[in-house]
DNA sequence: TTCAAAATACCTATTACTACTGATTTCCCT
DNA sequence: AGGGAAATCAGTAGTAATAGGTATTTTGAA
């Protein structure tokens, strides 16, 4: 049920192709000579918000996945993937739909795991009150009076909390915070 | 391929049963009466790290997915899909390994892209670079050393991104960093 | 009950950031 | 050639946070 209407070897040949042939789907790989398909998507995403994506490689790196979903290709399978699977994801993908394969899934819900269970540093409970508060961009006076507790309690808070997580400013903290869902 | 070895009608009572029966995987909902599946699934994970859960619910709202992810379930499907995807949900897990539907993969890659999509403010280049730094936690002083200009400037581009993002302080800043991808 | 961790509180400096205002240059687009 | 955004630089004040130190009270566990 999909026409073929042309191929390109990079994505700068691509590029050049869309520009004189209209088309509906675009499937990529990711490293290519010239400009990667990550590059690529973003190109198409930009210039012709229409076409849609659909990423076929056999990168499963949890890092790259994250940026073709950030570069908003409608679709990711890896490329030892069944026949079946991709027309599946073609049809899906045509029907204005988007498509993952299982496969990429699971590892962004392992990374995503991992990532949770590196850290278990002995925060206590008030601390993480705290650091809650200081997320809300709250100041240590608001925090204080927040809590009905002394600005100098809040201060030692955070001092004992910027130790704990190895943080030097509270910019630390808050990639700290966010990489540990504390937020 | 599997043995059912008992039922529960909410989380209080599975924990009370698993206390007495070993089992291997945990089958539940995520809305029920004394203990909701979440924290269900929490206990358990804690409790007893080898049993595995399959969460199958109704909710498909991307907060609560997530929540559902943090917990670590090994599985994730919606109470509509057929008996074929519940099976091999379960073979997948008891394989050790984890299974989460398409519709929810789906649901995230949306609530993805559309959070990065809500925001298109016209943060330029150099912002962008500077904001960068400040994740890397340095100074003003620090950014101005390491980019060749002086700390004044970088006051400036630090006052006009605060202004742009409508944070109050780089805490702010910082989490406006983490929602976009900034850093 | 005794010990340790957690939470509470204070002091003194120094450093860093925010708020206000004003200005020049460079570069891209029309 | 002109307009406008981006990037550059400067001053002055005031506010907030960090780095040292010290010390008391509460609380939960052994």
Redesign the interface.
């Known amino acids: 049920q999909f026409e073929f209407v042309g191929e390109a070897s990079n994505g700068v040949e691509a590029l050049a192709f869309i520009k004189g042939t209209p088309i509906d789907i675009l499937i990529t790989d990711i490293s290519m000579a010239e400009m990667n398909g990550t590059e690529l998507t973003k190109q198409v995403k930009k210039n012709y918000p229409d076409i849609k994506v659909l990423v076929v490689t056999m990168f499963n790196d949890p890092a790259i996945i994250n940026e073709i ?2 570069a ?1 290709a409608e679709g990711y399978i890896l490329k030892n993937t069944g026949k079946a699977e991709l027309v599946q994801a073609l049809t899906q993908i045509a029907d204005n ?4 394969s ?1 496969e ?3 590892i962004m ?2 990374a ?2 991992k990532r ?1 269970t590196t850290s278990d540093l002995t925060i206590s409970p008030r601390e993480t009150e705290i650091i809650k508060l ?2 809300e ?1 709250l100041s240590t006076a608001a925090i204080a009076e927040r809590l009905f507790i002394s600005p100098r309690t809040v201060d030692t808070h955070r001092k004992n909390i910027l130790e704990k997580t190895g ?6 903290l ?2 700290y915070a ?1 990489e540990n ?1 504390l ?1």
């Open positions: 979903l950030m908003e739909g988007t498509f993952y299982r990429i899934m699971e819900v392992k995503r795991m949770k200081i997320g961009e943080c030097r400013t509270i910019v630390g808050m990639k966010f869902n937020l």
